[in-house]
Nanobody, 131 residues
Framework: EVRLVESGGGTVQAGGSLRLSCVASGFSIADYDIGWYRQAPGKEREGVSCITRSDHSTYYVDSVKDRFTISSDNAKNTVYLQMSSLKAEDTGVYYC????????????????????????WGKGTPVTVFS
């Protein structure tokens, strides 16, 4: 069975940190570009970060640059999102996605996948940041 399972979300004070995990089963993350997007209450989905399968190149939306770090561990079939210096505006549900045919660093990874769909996706993990 193919699954993406996110964990690590929670409630944290502004300035704090969380590490999200996305564990894949039924396929190898080494064959997919993996991303994280989020959705805050009443807002549109927003691509946050992604990592390529080839050389682990990364992309970050401007609002999280220098605060979030994405990484992958092929041996554990897991992708991580380390979030630091969290702000209230980081609140939302964070989802992990995987796609074989879309390049994370091609400039339209999230535009394409959020509009037209992706190969695999998880159920999300909630993050709440309070001031």
């Amino acid at each position: 069975e193919v699954r993406l399972v996110e964990s690590g979300g929670g409630t944290v004070q502004a300035g704090g940190s969380l590490r999200l995990s996305c564990v894949a089963s039924g396929f190898s993350i080494a064959d997919y570009d993996i991303g994280w997007y989020r959705q805050a209450p009443g807002k549109e989905r927003e691509g946050v970060s992604c990592i390529t399968r080839s050389d682990h190149s990364t992309y970050y939306v401007d609002s999280v640059k220098d605060r979030f770090t994405i990484s992958s561990d092929n041996a554990k079939n897991t992708v991580y999102l380390q979030m630091s210096s969290l702000k209230a505006e980081d609140t939302g549900v964070y989802y992990c996605i995987a796609d074989r045919d879309t390049d994370c660093t091609g400039g339209n990874y999230f535009d394409t996948l959020l509009r037209f769909g992706m190969d695999y996706w998880g159920k999300g993990t909630p993050v709440t940041v309070f001031s």
